[in-house]
């Protein structure tokens, strides 16, 4: 059976973690630390997953700013504030540091686990839809979650629709020359996938 998986990393109590099934059955689970959610993870499943989702800037740009042009292209094509979608400059340090080793220990556990980047805040506005929606959208029952095990949910039918090629559009194809190539890096590969318009 296919498992995907989503995380939205955080601190203490907001790190919020989800395994989501072909069946979409969904389990989650709020914890501290990439640590915890991997070490939960094992718990939870047999194999490795099939694809992994991560609310988290997964490579960086040495421009002013941090600024990638994936975050300003969503930025400009939905009409969605700085504040929403910031440049890793501006993020704190849960969401930059346990996001990529929450992929570092998953790959660690399960081998080479296919992992996308995802933006679950970013998605709900781009697709104009709320929570609930979003949802009924991908065939799920309501997210009647903390934000973040939300996040997680939404990060791992990231995982699902990328990896399984619904969402062709791959927002690590257009980088600037300061950015990192989420194919050849430290943490690669990476993929960012975006439903298309």
Known sequence: MSVWVGADPGGNNHFGVCILNEGNELRTFLCDSADDAVSWLG??????????????PLWWSSGA????MSDRWIRRTYGIAS??????NSLQGAALIQGAMFVVRLREQYGGVPVTESHPKALIKALNVNRD???ERYSLARIDLTEHESD????AIAAREGFEGRWAHDLVRDRFDS???P???WLAPIHYYWPDA
Request: a negative charge; aromatic letters at 6%; proline letters at 3%.
């Open 83 to 88: 504040g929403t979608v910031q440049s890793g």
């Open 65 to 68: 700013g941090g600024g990638r």
């Open 179 to 181: 950015e990192q190539d």
């Open 133 to 135: 929606e979003f949802a």
């Open 152 to 155: 997680a949910v939404i990060s």
């Open 43 to 56: 718990d939870q499943l047999d194999d490795a997953p099939d694809g992994a989702g991560v609310d988290a």
């Open 183 to 185: 194919a050849s890096y």
